[in-house]
Nanobody, 125 residues
Framework: QLQLVESGGGLVQPGGSLRLSCTPSGFTADYYAIGWFRQVPGKEREGVGCISVSGGTRYADSVKGRFTISRENAKNIAYLQMNSLKPEDTARYYC???????????????????WGQGTLVTVSS
């Protein structure tokens, strides 16, 4: 099974920023859509947003205007830039990958096949 590695989580004050990274392990993600997700204990995994093979992005309403997803295929890495963080953004963040064409991506977590272990983001003063 293809694996991904997330990094960049940590403790940040409300209003602060963090950038998470998602690195595929053992495969090149050029032909994969990348999704970002988050989960808190006791709740279902929530889609944050995604980036398609062609670079198009979509975001959940809860993060639109604050979070930005990007990818650098030459470096085989994707990012989640999180600005204006709120306490309710506290969660373990995961990236997922799914083989895709050039059409729009979706951040429905159930279609993603490859996952990382997640990185914890805590927003607190």
């Amino acid at each position: 099974q293809l694996q991904l590695v997330e990094s960049g989580g940590g403790l940040v004050q409300p209003g602060g920023s963090l950038r998470l990274s998602c690195t595929p392990s053992g495969f090149t993600a050029d032909y994969y859509a990348i999704g970002w997700f988050r989960q808190v204990p006791g709740k279902e995994r929530e889609g944050v947003g995604c980036i398609s093979v062609s670079g198009g992005t979509r975001y959940a309403d809860s993060v639109k205007g604050r979070f930005t997803i990007s990818r650098e295929n030459a470096k085989n890495i994707a990012y989640l830039q999180m600005n204006s963080l709120k306490p309710e953004d506290t969660a373990r963040y995961y990236c997922g990958a799914v083989r895709a064409g050039n059409g729009p991506c979706t951040y429905a977590w159930k279609i993603y096949r490859s996952w990382g272990q997640g990185t914890l983001v805590t927003v607190s003063s």
